[in-house]
Structure formats: structure tokens, C-alpha cells
T-cell receptor, first 116, second 116 residues
């Protein structure tokens, strides 16, 4: 069974600080996909990134970066030089390729509060 | 930019009543999903739908729930006899299908269902 754990429930930082969100996953499949979604106060779920289990290259997109380590089953997300607009709940999610329906299993989310 | 739309944005209903939540997925997507999020909690998978049939459903998706693609654009979730515990935000999502890859899911803005 697949499981995603986001141990940090809430992180509070001051603007311009870096913030790293942890995500640990469990799966028996060898092929799987990992995702991060952002849920701002308005409530919608915004897709940020998708990685497959065979691609362990770290990725940077603007102020966002992701560190995927299969050895520790982790897919961590860093926001560099945080801004007030980054305040949101961030969800890590997993989908197993062998499962029939592409379902996403979400972690519990980490609320990030960026103070000016 | 194409987006998933959902109607209504907020639905209030009495316990025992039937509700239908409507979604228009992104037009070239072939995989459709419903998720729910009880206030302050994680996002939970309900059902995935592909090629006019259910691909996978969770244990939450019992006989009270059904999905339908009544025409070429809409995707609906029906709850036959609502319970208080059905109160939640319901998200529709859609994704592409190419080979065996799992693509990112794009979410609609959600329908807040309140059962009184």
C-alpha cells in the first residue's frame, strides 16, 4: 500500500528565508511518480512538479527546487528566498504505475506561513 | 490556458437529499478523477474514470456514490442520500493519457458541499 508522510504540519518563516518541506513515501512498486501541489488560501490545488522513480536528478525552477533521494524514499521541496505569496499548504503525493487508476495518495500537507 | 471547471462552487443540502456535482475536465484529457478534502484535512481519492468506466475507487466511494460522463464534456459525481459526514470540498481533476506514463492531474476549484 502506498503512503506519504509530511512530518511538518506547519512552518513559519520571515520573508527572504529559505524553507524546506520534507516528504517521505512508502511504496512496493519499482515504478512510481511523485508530485507536489500547492493549496493557497483560496483553496484550489495547483500542480508544481512531477517526477518518476527513474529520474533522481534534482530540479530547480526559479525559487523552487526539489531533492529526490530513492535511498531514503524522500522527495523534499525547498523554497529559496521565500515571499508572502508562498504562504499556502503544500502537499506531496504519490502514484504507483502498477495501480489501475492513477490515483494520487496525498500526504497530510505542510502549512507554510511567510511573514513580511 | 485550459482549466478544469466545477459547478456549483458551494452547495448546501439537507441530510438524505441527493446532490450532483458537475465538472468540465480539460478538453483533451481522457482520465478523470474525484477527490474530497474534509476541512483542514488531507486530500482523499474517491474514484478515477477512464474510457467510460471506473478504473479505481476507494473505500469511501460506496454505493451512495456514482459517477457519470453524460456527454462529451461533463463529468458528474452523484451522492444519492447525503450524510453529515459528506460535508467536504470535492475536487474534480483530469489528466492526459500517453502510453503507460502517469501524468500530472489538474484540479478544478472545488465544490464545497455542506450537509445540514
Amino acid at each position: 500500500a502506498q503512503k506519504v508522510t509530511q512530518a511538518q504540519t506547519e512552518i513559519s518563516v520571515v520573508e527572504k528565508e529559505d524553507v524546506t518541506l520534507d516528504c517521505v513515501y512508502e511504496t512496493r512498486d519499482t515504478t512510481y511518480y511523485l508530485f507536489w501541489y500547492k493549496q493557497p488560501p483560496s483553496g484550489e490545488l495547483v500542480f508544481l512538479i512531477r517526477r518518476n522513480s527513474f529520474d533522481e536528478q534534482n530540479e530547480i525552477s526559479g525559487r523552487y527546487s526539489w531533492n529526490f533521494q530513492k535511498s531514503t524514499s524522500s522527495f523534499n521541496f525547498t523554497i529559496t528566498a521565500s515571499q508572502v505569496v508562498d504562504s499556502a499548504v503544500y502537499f506531496c503525493a504519490l502514484s504507483e504505475a502498477d495501480a489501475a487508476g492513477n490515483k494520487l495518495t496525498f500526504g497530510g500537507g505542510t502549512r507554510v506561513l511567510v511573514k513580511p | 490556458e485550459p482549466e478544469v471547471t466545477q459547478t456549483p462552487s458551494h452547495q448546501v443540502t439537507q441530510m438524505g437529499q441527493e446532490v450532483i456535482l458537475r465538472c468540465v475536465p480539460i478538453s483533451n484529457h481522457l482520465y478523470f478523477y474525484w477527490y474530497r478534502q474534509i476541512l483542514g484535512q488531507k486530500v482523499e481519492f474517491l474514484v478515477s474514470f477512464y474510457n467510460n468506466e471506473i478504473s479505481e475507487k476507494s473505500e469511501i466511494f460506496d454505493d451512495q456514490f456514482s459517477v457519470e460522463r453524460p456527454d462529451g464534456s461533463n463529468f458528474t459525481l452523484k451522492i444519492r442520500s447525503t450524510k453529515l459526514e459528506d460535508s467536504a470540498m470535492y475536487f474534480c481533476a483530469s489528466s492526459e493519457v500517453t502510453g503507460t506514463s502517469i501524468h500530472e492531474q489538474y484540479f478544478g476549484p472545488g465544490t464545497r458541499l455542506t450537509v445540514t
